[in-house]
């Protein structure tokens, strides 16, 4: 017999979490705070050290020794990141909570200014490029996609432009669904529902999956590696 | 109460009970089965193959253990191709605990007698340069410098004194990328940034939750190819040839798929029939 230690408490948070599908119970509240606890100091410590430390302290202390001795270095912006990040721990001081809206507003701008570039090219244009090419025929330049030469291929395009087209017309919500237009959006939330139903499926297989590895955990790690 | 009726009220915790079994007793019986190649997974494995031995791989590790049952088994068959390819590997994460990941997945290679005997040394052959916090603001930064974004790697190490990154300067440098994804930050980011702006040749191993976000980039061309959770892991190992924890627990996931279709249409066809009969 082996004893290890840190698997029979893997063992024992396993079980103790999955004790919650027969119901709830002291055990599974036990595993849930411990869980929760863990991880807020995890994140703590992590956060500390990779962000205040490493990207802050590590690069603004040279720089603020350096100004000591006359010398004015490109890493002294650092010092407006870390008065934003105290602007936003303002939030703590009810009297003065409003400042930390300036840092946020900020990161909202800035993130939003990003972001909107990013997914206008690669889930906007790149997309709406690879959606219109020919049903049947060569296709030379379609950011990857071969040449179109066989009918499954023309077929399988004749369907992409059905589902985007009535897809677009389920969301065009400034007539009303009615007649050629509401048949239209009915066919657009099939495509949806298809789409939904296959994310689902994919979204079962995920969680199985998550599934054996505590149970491959526990039979092969926990039972086997300890009573050989 | 009918049957159809007992079946709508039929306490849950007896699906628990045989989804649990489902997914148990397949482990016991050491089968496994002959998978069909998808054509997204046919196209990764293509593209590695046609890279020259000697090329210089990315992998970037971007999850954790909660996800490690899905992204592990085809990460270890990466690693360990990249190896027996001579592939100069580099390894980075977006996620904390990323790189640890890829410590194991590294540990489990070095096992393989023939990798063993290739001698292949840290630094020289492989790198692992750790966590670096911003998300996708880090891979913005590699597409300048990647100095910049990992001034040292996992060992403390200068990025300037590592042999194998002497020449590696920023994404025109690198092959190859291959990101393992759980969630933000990921596939996604990789795709809008590494591939979109620097022109990156990208593969990715997703959770299965995540795959069916990163399909229409396969479809652009985005990608070249993808990894679709467990079963994705599992096809990519009968590729490779490392038949390991994908392709076992295959069976498992195969048997558990199917009590849940069971239970679907049998819920589906009591809902009808009783309904018909309350009308």
């Known amino acids: 017999m082996h004893f290890d230690l840190g698997v029979w408490i893997g063992a024992f948070l396993t079980l103790g979490i999955i004790s919650f599908l027969y119901k709830d119970n002291p055990w599974y509240k036990i595993c849930e705070a411990i869980f929760v606890g863990i991880s807020a100091g995890y994140w703590i410590a992590s956060l500390f050290w990779q962000n205040l430390v490493s990207k802050l302290y590590d690069n603004l202390a040279p720089a603020i020794v350096a100004l000591f001795h006359g010398q004015i270095q490109y890493n002294l912006l650092y010092l407006v990141a870390g008065i934003l990040g105290i602007m936003m721990l303002l939030r703590l001081i009810p009297q003065i909570g409003w400042i930390s809206r300036w840092p946020l507003a900020l990161v909202v701008g800035a993130t939003a200014g990003l972001q909107f570039i990013n997914y206008l090219v690669s889930n906007g244009v790149k997309q709406i490029y690879n959606t219109i090419v020919p049903v049947f025929g060569p296709v030379s330049d379609a950011g990857g996609i071969p040449p179109v030469a066989t009918t ?27 007649g050629l237009f509401g048949g239209a959006a009915k066919v657009g939330t099939w495509f949806l529902m298809i789409t939904f139903g296959a994310s689902f499926g994919y979204t079962v297989m995920s969680r199985m999956s998550l599934l054996i590895g505590r149970i491959d955990f526990l039979v092969n790690d926990w039972i086997r590696g300890t009573f050989g | 109460m009918g049957f159809w009726n007992t079946m709508l009220a039929v306490d849950r915790r007896w699906i628990f009970l045989l989804v649990f079994l489902s997914l148990l007793i397949p482990m016991f019986l050491g089968v496994t089965f002959k998978l069909s190649i998808s054509p997204e997974v046919q196209t990764l494995y293509d593209t590695l193959e046609q890279l020259p031995n000697g090329s210089t791989v990315l992998m970037t590790f971007d999850y954790d253990p909660p996800s490690a049952p899905e992204l592990q088994p085809m990460a270890d068959a990466a690693v360990k191709y990249a190896f027996k390819r001579d592939f100069k590997l580099i390894i980075m994460g977006l996620w ?28 020289v052959d492989y790198v692992n340069l750790g966590f670096q ?13 990647f100095r910049e974004a990992f001034p040292r790697d996992i060992r403390g190490t200068d990025y300037s004194e590592v042999p194998l990154l002497k020449n590696t300067k920023n994404f025109s440098n690198v ?44 479809g ?6 993808l990894l679709g959770g467990m079963r994705g892991g599992a096809e990519f190992e009968r590729l490779t040839g490392f038949k390991a924890k994908a392709t076992t627990f295959m069976l498992s996931q195969t048997f558990a798929h199917a009590i849940v279709i069971v239970f679907v249409i049998l819920g589906n066809i009591a809902y009808f029939v009783t309904r018909k009969k309350e009308q």
Do not use: C
């Not at chain 2, 904390?96 to 630094?123: H, W």
């Not at chain 2, 652009?220 to 190819?225: C, S």
């Open chain 2, 133 to 145: 916090a911003g998300n996708e603001f880090v891979i913005q930064r590699m597409g300048t410098d």
């Open chain 1, 152 to 178: 499954g291929e023309g077929i399988g395009n004749v369907i992409i432009l059905i589902g985007t087209f009535t897809g677009l017309v389920y969301f065009f919500f400034s007539k009303e669904h009615k």
């Open chain 2, 96 to 123: 904390p605990q990323g790189p640890l990941q890829a410590e194991i997945s590294v540990r489990e290679a070095m096992k393989d007698p023939e990798i063993q005997a290739r001698n292949l040394e840290y630094g």
């Open chain 2, 220 to 225: 652009a061309g985005q990608l070249v190819g």
């Open chain 2, 175 to 218: 092959d190859f990328v291959f990101n393992f994804s759980a969630g933000y930050p990921g596939t996604v980011e990789w795709v809008q940034i590494a591939v979109d702006r620097f022109g990156v040749k990208l593969g990715a191993g997703n959770t299965a939750v995540q795959a069916p976000l990163a399909y229409p980039y396969l």
